[in-house]
């Protein structure tokens, strides 16, 4: 599944500040959910970022979208 990330590299980490990028998790039961994680964390910098943050795509696309 290739899925489109409206904010990738234009929202910023709460955590160190790094870039968001796009990422889909899958569920035990086999449900995809799109989310936007640190690029620094997921890239494996966690002296950089200790923390994993992570937010939902969906209601945050929604709400750009809606202000557009």
Do not use: F, W
């Not at 790094?18 to 964390?41: E, F, I, P, Q």
Request: aromatic share 10%.
């Amino acid at each position: 599944m290739r899925a489109n990330y409206l904010l990738s590299g234009l929202a910023y980490c709460g955590i160190c500040g790094g870039r968001l990028s796009g990422a889909t998790r899958t569920s035990g039961r086999g449900y995809k959910t799109r989310y936007y994680v640190c690029a620094t964390h997921h890239g494996g910098q966690y002296d950089r970022c200790p923390k994993r943050y992570a937010v939902p795509a969906e209601p945050v696309e929604q709400r750009i979208i809606k202000l557009i």
